[in-house]
């Protein structure tokens, strides 16, 4: 999942929210009350397909495969309380995901691929792995490289900025603070934890 190419529409009406954030996949992203190419109603999804659905906008929503979900989940497990709200705090700390949600780049692919080439320092030192996780008092700014500067001026200027309770962001200085480590309240995807985890216990 961490490198989907496909069409970002198709999974937009299949999961029945928006996960991407591109033009494209919002314009074609409706959902229709019968399937393509005949008029038949669609058929209700059952639990187990319910369930999948909530697994997969996780996956899509924060750009992982299988391999990494379950294994923020394995961690989550070991971890005392709600095993949901865990593992979706982790997700929510990747520092891809915090570098969208402080309004660096327009889409979460942009943030991604702007952190695996080495565009964002943490605390003064090139991070490249955009599942690193940040924590309270970090702080993520632009390299100081003036053709970047430039760049992600553009883009800030013309992203959409979340009201993030967890991440301050100085837009002129192209700065982002961590102020504190996000919690269950914080995340920024509607999904059903509860049904995830149950999924992925089986």
């Known amino acids: 999942m961490g490198r989907y190419t496909g069409p970002k529409a198709r999974v937009n009406r299949r999961l029945n929210f928006q996960v ?66 865990h593992l979706l705090v982790q997700c929510e700390r990747r520092l891809d995901n915090a570098v969208r949600r402080a309004g660096f780049t327009i889409t979460r692919m942009q943030a991604r691929q702007g952190v695996a080439h080495g565009h964002f320092q943490v605390n003064g030192r090139t991070v490249t792995i955009p599942s690193f996780q940040v924590s309270a008092g970090d702080i993520i700014t632009v390299k100081n490289r003036p053709n970047l500067k430039e760049l992600y001026a553009q883009l800030t200027a013309s992203a959409q900025s979340y009201d993030c309770a967890w991440l301050a962001m100085d837009r002129d200085e192209l700065k982002a603070v961590v102020t504190t480590v996000p919690s269950a309240a914080d995340i920024s995807l509607p999904v059903n934890a509860g049904v995830v985890v149950a999924f992925l216990a089986r």
């Open 20 to 85: 991407y954030e591109s033009a494209g996949a919002v314009r074609a992203s409706e959902r229709k009350a019968y399937p393509p190419g005949q008029a038949t109603r669609r058929k209700k999804l059952s639990n187990y397909g319910t369930a999948l659905n909530e697994k997969q906008k996780i996956k899509h929503y924060f750009g992982l495969r299988e391999k990494q979900l379950r294994r923020y989940f394995a961690k989550a497990r070991r971890m005392k309380g709600n095993t949901g709200d």
